[in-house]
Antibody, heavy 117, light 110 residues
Framework: EVKVVESGGGLVQPGESLRLSCAAS????????MHWVRQVPGGGLEWVSR????????KYADSVKGRFTISRDNAKNMLYLQMNSLRADDTAVYYC??????????WGQGTLVTVSS | QSVLTQPPSVSGTPGQRVTISCAGS????????VYWFRQLPGTAPKLLIY???QRPSGVPDRFSGSKSDTSASLAISGLRPDDEAHYYC???????????FGGGTKLTVL
């Protein structure tokens, strides 16, 4: 069974940084593209970023471009999201997901990031 | 504001058939596959339909998807109370090089 588990969320102040992690199991990790998606509590889904299987190509939503960096360690079956210059509107539940076609397919349970002073 | 447009809410009674629409453009729905997700309260989204009209293993055939030009639809037949959830469409957008989600539709079973 494919499983992804996010960690690293928490409360940070505006302008600070945070790194999210995602541990994947039950799949040949180094053959799958991966995504990060976020959801404001009570709101809709917003795609954040995507990385190819070898980490050679990444894409970002305009709202996070230049502030967030997606990366992966295929030897450890881990996906990461480095978030810098965090703002109040980055507050959301962040989901890690395995690619299916061209979109997030199998999702984790999410980790909450709260940006507040 | 989402580039994929869904109705905010739909409703139906048990046993009925309901449809949820997803309107896009040539850069997304028109030239790429559409996917549908269901999100129950307090849980992560779950893939319901992939590549316009295919169901992952375990998804009942009460759920079906279709696409025509720049619009797609999710149909749910034999409505059940536990179908109450939020439903989202998604597609890749060639112009934005990004995944787009619809704004979501809340299904209420009356």
């Amino acid at each position: 069974e494919v499983k992804v588990v996010e960690s690293g969320g928490g409360l940070v102040q505006p302008g600070e940084s945070l790194r999210l992690s995602c541990a994947a199991s039950g799949l040949t990790f180094n053959t799958y593209w991966m995504h990060w998606v976020r959801q404001v509590p009570g709101g809709g889904l917003e795609w954040v970023s995507r990385i190819t299987s070898d980490g050679g190509d990444t894409k970002y939503a305009d709202s996070v471009k230049g502030r967030f960096t997606i990366s992966r360690d295929n030897a450890k079956n881990m996906l990461y999201l480095q978030m810098n210059s965090l703002r109040a509107d980055d507050t959301a539940v962040y989901y890690c997901a395995v690619n299916w076609g061209m979109v997030p397919g199998t999702w984790g349970q999410g980790t909450l990031v709260t940006v507040s002073s | 504001q989402s580039v994929l447009t869904q109705p905010p809410s739909v409703s139906g009674t048990p046993g009925q058939r309901v449809t949820i629409s997803c309107a896009g453009s040539t850069s997304n729905v028109g030239n790429n596959y559409v996917y549908w997700f269901r999100q129950l309260p307090g849980t992560a989204p779950k893939l319901l339909i992939y590549t316009n009209n295919q169901r992952p293993s375990g998804v009942p055939d009460r759920f079906s998807g279709s696409k025509s030009d720049t619009s797609a639809s999710l149909a749910i037949s034999g409505l059940r109370p536990d179908d109450e959830a939020h439903y989202y469409c998604a597609s890749w957008d060639d112009s934005l090089s990004a995944v787009l989600f619809g704004g979501g539709t809340k299904l209420t079973v009356l």
